[in-house]
């Protein structure tokens, strides 16, 4: 797939113009195996990856479906190295969670985030950091204040079960299940 002349059609040539793209061109929610669309926290197990052409299309994803679309643009269309991260609070319920890209550029590196664009929350930007760990603190003190002013975790979460993983590619297609194998077969990261 050239993807690369898909984003120049639809005049994504910057990071900047792909931000502003990514914040207001799309929905949250998801799409089942059956291609049908759903708003809100998806079900595991019905659940499917989309290809960022198929993200493209539909317009719906969550952030899983987004961070490959995102992962998409950087390969395409830049030069800058990027990585994929996962957090997730374990909280052996629904395991609230954010996928997020980040790009290094200058000796810094940058927290890709159209979505987080809630009034209790907002967060939505390209934020620069000194060093990953910076970051990486950072997306976890973000999500943490967003997922208390969500109602997602409560006031007495166990810090300890906050875990942060650096992962590849996943295959397209898979549902929430395989994704989270995928995601503890990467990389945990200590911040």
């Known amino acids: 797939m050239d993807y690369k002349n898909i984003f120049i059609k639809n005049g994504l040539i910057s990071i900047e113009e792909f931000f502003y793209?990514?914040?207001?061109?799309?929905?949250?929610?998801?799409?089942?195996?059956?291609?049908?669309?759903?708003?809100?926290?998806?079900?595991?197990?019905?659940?499917?990856?989309?290809?960022?052409?198929?993200?493209?299309?539909?317009?719906?994803?969550?952030?899983?479906?987004?961070?490959?679309?995102?992962?998409?643009?950087?390969?395409?269309?830049?030069?800058?190295?990027?990585?994929?991260?996962?957090?997730?609070?374990?909280?052996?319920?629904?395991?609230?969670?954010?996928?997020?890209?980040?790009?290094?550029?200058?000796?810094?590196?940058?927290?890709?985030?159209?979505?987080?664009?809630?009034?209790?929350?907002?967060?939505?930007?390209?934020h620069e950091y000194n060093n990953i760990t910076e970051l990486l603190r950072d997306f976890r003190n973000v999500f943490i204040r967003y997922s208390l002013s969500k109602g997602i975790i409560s006031n007495d979460y166990n810090f300890n079960n906050i875990k942060i993983y650096k992962y590849q590619k996943p295959r397209k297609h898979i549902n929430g299940y395989e994704m989270r194998e995928h995601i503890n077969n990467s990389e945990l990261i200590i911040v």
Request: glycine share 6%; aromatic share 22%.
């Open 21 to 126: 793209y990514m914040q207001n061109k799309f929905e949250y929610g998801w799409i089942d195996k059956d291609g049908n669309k759903h708003y809100g926290v998806n079900d595991a197990k019905t659940y499917r990856l989309q290809t960022p052409k198929e993200l493209l299309t539909s317009h719906i994803g969550i952030c899983w479906d987004m961070t490959e679309l995102y992962r998409c643009f950087f390969k395409s269309m830049t030069s800058f190295r990027y990585e994929s991260y996962y957090l997730f609070y374990d909280d052996n319920k629904g395991c609230p969670s954010h996928s997020i890209l980040v790009y290094y550029d200058n000796n810094k590196v940058y927290w890709f985030e159209p979505m987080f664009n809630d009034k209790e929350c907002f967060y939505s930007g390209i």
